[in-house]
C-alpha cells in the first residue's frame, strides 16, 4: 500500500511534498496532513477521540502545520491555535478559513402592511446576490475560498433592538452595545445551522420613512442593523449597506469622508490607479458611492456596480486566503 511509500523521507517525498503544496491549495492540503497523520502519525492522535469532550473548546499551542488541529477541528467545539511562525499561521489561517455564515433576521421597522407584506414575502433566494458579489470579488482576489459568504434568512423578527441615538456619549453608546449584544444572543440561535453573523435588517415603508439613519456592524459579537427600505427598487441598495455592514463586522473600516460622504482617494475609489481617473467605473464598498468627477459622486444602488478595494481587503485579512 502507499503507505510504506509516505513514511520515506527522501529527495523524491520531499519533490512530491513542494508539488503537492504548490498545486493544491491550503483547504485541500489540511485533509492531506490529516491522512497522513491519521496513517503514520503521532499515536496520541488515535486516543483524541476518548480524551476530548465535543462541547467543549480546544487548544493548540504550536500547530504547525495542524496535524491535531484537524482532528481536534472535527472532536471539539471549537479549536484555538496558537503559532508563532508567521508561514505557518498563515497556511493554517488559508487551510481553515471556511464560509463566514450569515444569518440575516428581518424585522418590520413599522406598523405599514407594505413592510408587513414585503417581509412576509422574502425567500432565501432573495439574499443570493449579496452572496454573488462576494464569490466574485473572491475569484478576483485568487481567494482560496470559493465562497466566502453564505447568507441564511431567518424567520421575522417581532422585537427590534436596543436603539441608540447619534449624540450619545462614550458611555451610553458603550452600555447600548452591551445592551446589543445581549438582545441579539438572545433572539437568536434558534437554528442548528452555523450563525458567524447575525445581521437584523429592519424593513422601512419608503413612503413613511423617506430616510433611515445610519446602519452599523459591531466587530465585537459580529452583529449588525442595517436599515433598509421594504421596496423592490430598493433591493439592490439595501444589499450594498448588508455586504458593507457584514465588512465591518469583519473589521473593515470606512472607506468615505465624514464631512461630505466623498469617497476617500485612493482607498475609497473603486479603481484609484483607472485612467483617466473620472468617471470611476466602480463604487468601493466600504465607501458605497462611486466617483463620477473629481467634484461629484453618487450611491451606489446595486452591488454589480462595486468592488472590494486593496485596502478592505488586508482588513478582512483576504490577502491570507490568496492562493
Ligand atoms: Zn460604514
Not at 87 to 95: G, I, K, P, Q, V
Not at 145 to 162: F, G, I, N, S, Y
Not at 232 to 239: E, R, S
Request: charged fraction near 25%.
Amino acid at each position: 500500500m502507499g503507505i510504506a511509500i509516505t513514511l520515506r523521507t527522501g529527495r523524491s517525498m520531499r519533490g512530491i511534498k513542494s508539488l503537492v503544496k504548490r498545486v493544491l491549495p491550503p483547504p485541500a492540503t489540511i485533509h492531506l496532513i490529516g491522512l497522513r497523520n491519521y496513517l503514520v502519525g503521532e499515536a496520541e492522535i488515535g486516543v483524541l477521540k476518548d480524551l476530548v469532550d465535543p462541547r467543549r473548546d480546544s487548544i493548540d499551542v504550536g500547530c504547525d502545520r495542524g496535524a491535531y488541529a484537524y482532528f481536534l477541528s472535527r472532536l471539539s467545539r471549537k479549536v484555538w491555535c496558537f503559532e508563532p511562525l508567521p508561514a505557518s499561521a498563515a497556511f493554517l489561517e488559508a487551510a481553515f478559513a471556511g464560509a463566514s455564515n450569515v444569518a440575516v433576521y428581518p424585522i418590520a421597522a413599522d406598523a405599514s402592511p407594505v413592510t408587513k407584506g414585503y417581509v412576509a414575502g422574502l425567500n432565501a433566494e432573495h439574499f443570493q446576490p449579496i452572496d454573488r458579489f462576494f464569490a466574485r470579488e473572491a475569484a478576483r482576489y485568487h481567494l482560496a475560498l470559493a465562497l466566502p459568504v453564505k447568507t441564511r434568512l431567518r424567520a421575522e423578527l417581532l422585537e427590534m433592538p436596543p436603539q441608540r441615538a447619534d449624540d450619545d456619549g462614550v458611555l451610553r453608546t458603550i452600555w447600548w452595545s452591551l445592551r446589543l449584544r445581549y438582545w441579539a444572543w438572545h433572539v437568536s440561535g434558534q437554528s442548528r445551522e452555523p450563525e458567524d453573523i447575525r445581521l437584523f435588517v429592519l424593513y422601512h415603508d419608503p413612503k413613511l420613512t423617506p430616510t433611515v439613519p445610519h446602519s452599523l456592524g459591531l466587530s465585537k459579537g459580529q452583529i449588525g442593523v442595517v436599515y433598509a427600505f421594504a421596496a423592490d427598487w430598493m433591493n439592490g441598495a439595501n444589499d450594498v449597506v448588508i455586504a458593507h455592514e457584514m465588512l465591518h463586522t469583519l473589521g473593515a473600516t470606512d472607506k468615505y469622508n465624514a464631512a461630505d460622504d466623498s469617497p476617500r482617494f485612493p482607498d475609497g475609489y473603486g479603481d484609484p490607479r483607472q485612467v483617466p481617473l473620472y468617471p470611476q467605473r466602480h463604487a468601493e464598498l466600504m465607501a458605497g458611492r462611486r466617483m463620477l468627477a473629481a467634484d461629484r459622486w453618487e450611491q451606489a444602488t446595486d452591488l454589480d456596480e462595486v468592488v472590494i478595494g486593496e485596502a478592505t481587503a488586508l482588513e478582512i485579512r483576504w490577502p491570507a486566503l490568496m492562493r
